[in-house]
């Protein structure tokens, strides 16, 4: 089963309706309710972006990102996601020049399980990955950013700076990673 944790992003109903028509079991619940004594009970995350700097947000999500890898589970975090996550395992973010908005070709620079070739992508982001722990690698960049689609070494963690549930190459990155 699924966790969709809403960590208040505009386009996490996007997300829900994307899994809804698809048809995949998963409870999607907001930051502030999630229990965390529950989470064993499922097997794959996601973390949706967010709209503001919260410690609690932050608190909870990196919590979900260390029983994820202490218990060999899955997750994809998404914008915000992929932050916290680079953050949890060691590495930094920084604040973007400007916000980086709109359309945007993802070059995937490393073979994965989830996506190939380029992808054309939604980006909504006033902050990015600015370094990589030790625990994650690069998969794919673009002209705006460093650090589009992240993974950890060794299980089956991603996280992307972009919004995947906005673009149908997004989407199937999506289904691809609820298939492994």
Same mark, same amino acid.
């Given at each position: 089963?699924?966790?969709?944790?809403?960590? /208040?992003? #505009?386009?996490?109903?996007?997300?829900?309706?994307?899994?809804?028509?698809?048809?995949?079991?998963?409870?999607?619940?907001?930051?502030?309710?999630?229990? @965390? =004594?529950?989470?064993?009970?499922?097997?794959?995350?996601?973390?949706?972006? !967010?709209?503001?700097?919260? !410690?609690?947000?932050?608190?909870?999500?990196?919590?979900?990102?260390?029983?994820?890898?202490?218990?060999?589970?899955?997750?994809? /975090?998404?914008?915000?996601?992929?932050?916290?996550?680079?953050?949890?395992?060691?590495?930094?973010?920084?604040?973007?020049?400007?916000?980086? /908005?709109?359309?945007?070709?993802?070059? #995937?620079?490393?073979?994965?399980?989830?996506? !190939?070739?380029?992808?054309?992508?939604?980006?909504?982001?006033?902050?990015?990955? =600015?370094?990589?722990?030790?625990?994650?690698?690069?998969?794919?960049?673009?002209?705006?950013?460093?650090?589009?689609?992240?993974?950890?070494?060794?299980?089956?963690?991603?996280?992307?700076?972009?919004?995947?549930?906005?673009?149908?190459? /997004?989407?199937?990155?999506?289904?691809?990673? @609820?298939?492994?």
């Amino acid at each position: 089963m699924l966790l969709v944790v809403d960590n /208040g992003s #505009i386009y996490t109903k996007n997300l829900v309706n994307f899994l809804s028509e698809k048809k995949i079991k998963f409870i999607s619940q907001k930051f502030d309710e999630v229990n @965390l =004594s529950d989470i064993q009970q499922f097997n794959s995350f996601i973390l949706s972006g !967010r709209k503001k700097n919260d !410690r609690k947000i932050n608190a909870l999500n990196s919590k979900i990102i260390k029983h994820v890898i202490s218990e060999e589970k899955s997750l994809l /975090g998404i914008c915000y996601g992929a932050e916290i996550l680079a953050i949890t395992l060691g590495g930094t973010i920084k604040k973007s020049d400007e916000h980086v /908005g709109g359309q945007e070709t993802v070059v #995937i620079e490393k073979e994965n399980e989830i996506c !190939r070739g380029e992808i054309d992508v939604t980006e909504s982001h006033n902050y990015e990955i =600015s370094q990589l722990g030790s625990q994650l690698h690069s998969l794919a960049s673009s002209k705006s950013c460093k650090y589009e689609i992240v993974k950890h070494n060794n299980l089956n963690i991603f996280g992307t700076q972009f919004h995947p549930e906005m673009s149908s190459d /997004g989407q199937s990155m999506i289904q691809s990673f @609820l298939s492994i």
